[in-house]
């Protein structure tokens, strides 16, 4: 079937950069998507869920029934995922690989400041105005005009305001600004300019057409996604290494852990990848999961829709004797769920064995449930029912594999609420696993994981501080930053972890990166006048220095706070003139 739809250049193309990235010791995810599902991609090590385990389906990710042709998503550690489009840019050539543009739209606060400008409103009118357009996702001027009364009142009232807003409205949704996208690359065998326009963005070459449009040309187009989560267990495992000297299979972890599935339970999933938002802490709590499975159903369930199927499940869960089938057939299939319709692949076995559609078939009917085509739907029930046969195929329906009309219809009926939310297992099982890694690694190194965790968010501070604050309430010591034992990033210390200099506000990584390499050139820092005389003149600024007293990075040399921050500005200006004076070819005035 790969061959016949001829996706299997694409497959040993995926095949070939995941290899480079696993030999260059590049964290690459377990999968994401429908390619989960498919046996080849697990068989090639393109993904590292084994579908048979987890019932999930070729089917759903290729079949020659299916109208688009589907995608096979990557993710890589957030920081190395530039090396892997290198090695493919190299591998085919930088005249056949590009990346592919986005265009940013005007939205609605966007439209009316942009609008105001041009008009000539003042900054402080087209605020005004623009905050009165009610937040949330996909917001129009005309719902905002509907939902705010006080945005209604004034475009009533000032002709001006009215003039702003129907000039906005005009432009809403236009095209306001070209980016690149942030994942996407398209391959071509010829190179790329003899099949799409390309243009420079920000040094990087770009496809002048969006990704809908190169799909629609039939162009190889990948997703390159960079994963923090990868990052951190990859970091986090090097530190277990490196304190430890125990070397970790992340990709063959125990998924069965009765101690990580407890933490779990608790809800303690603070820094836990899918599973640290407060709602799917107390959907945890109550759902006590013991299995992958029950994460797998977390995932797919803890959004909107799926919700409220939340009480029943975990109901069911926690009381079997609760769970009910409508008909025999079903439990097999509804057991890993407890009785609930969870996943589309559910749904198209259901359709597979009760109905008798070939599983290509059942994926079409399962896309058009997900989309309420009601027209097609109209038909499908009958054909699920009763059978049918048309080009060729044949349906039995429900009916002829014993299962009386009733029955039949209200399972049908049932599929088609739940279809429009039903999720991708393929998907919830790949992440899944990761939600899972990074539980385990808290559970069992919580040190190491606290320390990997905070180095991935080292340029967010109150992601910083937060983490802090989690680590602390876990007993674990969390150390200042210090000149001569921090490094750019958070480490690992004795079965502590030490602040990373990066981390430090105002300071920057290049700053840091000169500290260390002065350090490990000429050993440490004897005390501050010799660091401002050793640092003096390289990216070393007063701010830089204030921020790191501040900190308390020179604690450790028993030199209180308030007396360097009085005098280290005059420290650091003689540090500089000293340094000047010593320059061959330098004379003094005097």
């Known amino acids: 079937m790969i061959g016949k ?177 942030a994942a996407g690359v398209v391959i071509t065998k010829r190179p790329v300019y003899e099949y799409v326009p390309l243009a420079r963005n920000d040094e990087s070459i770009v496809c002048q057409y969006t990704m809908v449009t190169l799909e629609e040309l039939g162009l190889l187009k990948m997703d390159f ?78 959004r909107p829709g799926p919700m409220d199927s939340i009480p029943l499940y975990v109901a069911n869960k926690n009381n079997a004797s609760k769970v009910r089938y409508k008909h025999p057939m079903l439990e097999h299939i509804l057991d890993v769920t407890y009785g609930c319709i969870v996943y589309q692949e559910q749904v198209m076995q259901i359709v597979r064995e009760m109905g008798g559609y070939s599983l290509g078939r059942a994926d079409l009917v399962r896309r058009a449930m997900s989309k309420k085509k009601a027209d097609v739907m109209a038909k499908e029930r009958q054909n699920f029912i009763y059978g049918t046969e048309e080009d060729g195929q044949i349906v ?38 990761v939600a899972y890694q990074t539980a385990w690694l808290k559970c069992h190194y919580p040190v190491e994981f606290f320390a990997a965790l905070l180095t991935s968010f080292i340029e967010h501070t109150p992601k910083v501080t937060k983490y802090i604050a989690v680590a602390k309430s876990h007993g674990i010591t969390v150390l200042p930053p210090d000149i001569n034992m921090s490094g750019r990033q958070f480490s690992v210390d004795r079965g502590r972890i030490r602040f990373g200099l990066a981390a430090v506000k105002n300071v920057g990584g290049a700053v840091v990166d000169e500290i260390v390499a002065e350090r490990e050139a000429n050993g440490l820092f004897t005390g501050f006048r010799d660091f401002c005389q050793r640092m003096a003149g390289r990216k070393i600024n007063k701010r830089v220095v204030e921020n790191l007293i501040r900190s308390g990075a020179f604690d450790s040399m028993g030199l209180k706070r308030a007396v360097l921050i009085n005098v280290h500005e005059k420290v650091l200006d003689d540090a500089i003139s000293q340094q000047k004076s010593v320059m061959p070819g330098q004379l003094d005035m005097f």
Do not use: W
């Open 5 to 181: 739809m001829g996706f299997t250049d694409y497959f040993l193309i995926v095949q070939d950069f995941v290899n480079y990235a696993k030999g260059a010791g590049i964290p690459v995810g377990p999968g994401r998507g429908s390619a989960a599902g498919s046996m080849v991609s697990y068989c090639l090590r393109i993904t590292d869920i084994d579908p048979m385990q987890y019932s999930l389906y070729f089917e759903r990710f290729l079949n020659p029934e299916r109208v688009s042709m589907p995608d096979i998503d990557m993710d890589f550690g957030d920081t190395r995922r530039g090396e892997v489009v290198d090695y493919v840019r190299r591998k085919y050539g930088d005249d056949h690989v590009a990346q592919i543009v986005t265009f940013g739209t005007m939205a609605a606060r966007a439209a009316i400041r942009d609008v105001g400008r041009v008009l000539n409103m003042t900054y402080a009118e087209t605020d005004t105005v623009a905050k009165l357009v009610p937040t949330g996702p996909h917001i129009t001027l005309n719902d905002a005009l509907k939902l705010s009364k006080q945005l209604s009142d004034l475009y009533q009232q000032d002709p001006r305001v009215q003039k702003l807003i129907d000039t906005a409205r005009a432009l809403e949704g236009m095209p306001r600004h070209a980016s690149t996208h």
């Open 396 to 433: 039995d329906g429900a009916v002829r594999r014993g299962v009386d009309e009733k029955t039949a219809a209200s399972i049908f009926d049932e599929m088609m609420d739940f279809a429009s939310y039903a999720f991708n297992k393929s998907h919830a099982a790949a992440y899944a696993v």
């Open 225 to 302: 996604l960079g994963l923090r989560t990868l990052t951190v267990i990859r970091d986090a495992a090097d530190h277990v290494k490196a304190q430890h000297g125990r070397v970790l299979d992340m990709e063959h972890v125990d998924l069965e852990d009765e101690k990580t599935y407890a933490m779990i339970s608790a809800g303690e999933t603070d820094g836990v990848f899918q599973l640290e938002s407060g709602g799917m802490k107390q959907f945890m709590k109550e759902l006590r999961p013991s299995s992958l499975e029950d994460i797998i159903a977390g995932i797919s369930l803890y």
